[in-house]
């Protein structure tokens, strides 16, 4: 399976925008990239998936790099409330979603 | 609102008895997920349900099982709690079992094992 590597932690100013870096090396061509996060206390919710091309949606943007190598999940504008931990996943040709540890994203008012 | 219900969101058991914890889907998907996540640690999936199928990983320890009577519901039962059994255990959906699809994930049952 392949595998990625995010950092331990982060910490970001409210109302500032959030770049969260995600490497995966040996991401093969078919493989997909998935972000999700878990709030305190909460199951992950879904933030963002992509394959080649940079994605947008109302939570965050995905940008992939063009070697697909390494992505990073950008949070526009960073709110108490986007304290979280932040998994970056890679499907490889299946449903699963194997978890790294992921980044712990803490948010100073 | 359509969601992912767990009950209990906490569950206190004695090592050696039977527990069961339950989830309850109004998604009407065909894929309910059971995963592990011990404290400070990632989700490790468990087993899923497709419909009636059952598919459990290759590492899931024999001590924990899984029904599904219908759609909407699915249970973890764990034979045997031991101490390194205490987790959050976190039950999902999908629509379908693909590699792009969305999981929908509840809230969690913190269970603890004294």
């Known amino acids: 399976d392949a595998k990625t590597t995010q950092p331990n932690s982060m910490e970001s100013n409210e109302e500032e925008p959030v770049h969260l870096p995600c490497n995966h090396s040996?991401?093969?061509?078919?493989?997909?990239i998935h972000w999700y996060r878990q709030l305190p206390s909460q199951g992950p919710e879904y933030v963002i998936h992509g394959l080649t091309s940079n994605v947008n949606n109302r939570m965050a943007s995905l940008a992939i790099a063009e070697d697909r190598k390494s992505s990073t999940l950008i949070l526009h504008r960073a709110t108490l409330r986007d304290a979280a931990v932040y998994y970056c996943?890679?499907?490889?040709?299946?449903?699963?979603?194997?978890f790294g540890t992921g980044t712990r994203l803490k948010v100073l008012a | 609102d359509a969601m992912v219900i767990q009950n209990p969101r906490y569950q206190v058991t004695q090592f050696g008895k039977p527990v069961t914890l339950s989830c309850s889907q109004t998604?009407?998907?065909?894929?309910m997920y059971w995963y592990q996540q011990k404290s400070s640690q990632a989700p490790k999936l468990l087993f899923h349900y497709y419909d009636k199928d059952f598919n459990n990983e290759a590492d899931t320890p024999d001590n924990f099982q899984s029904r599904r009577p219908n759609t909407s519901f699915c249970f973890l039962d764990i034979r045997s709690p031991g101490l390194g059994d205490a987790a959050m255990y976190l039950c999902?959906?999908?629509?379908?079992?693909?590699?792009?699809?969305?999981?929908?994930f509840g809230p969690g049952t913190r269970l603890t094992v004294l």
């Open positions: 998604l009407n998907h065909n894929v």
């Open positions: 996943i890679l499907t490889s040709g299946t449903y699963k979603y194997i």
């Open positions: 999902a959906t999908s629509r379908e079992l693909r590699q792009v699809g969305e999981q929908f």
């Open positions: 040996t991401i093969s061509g078919t493989d997909y």
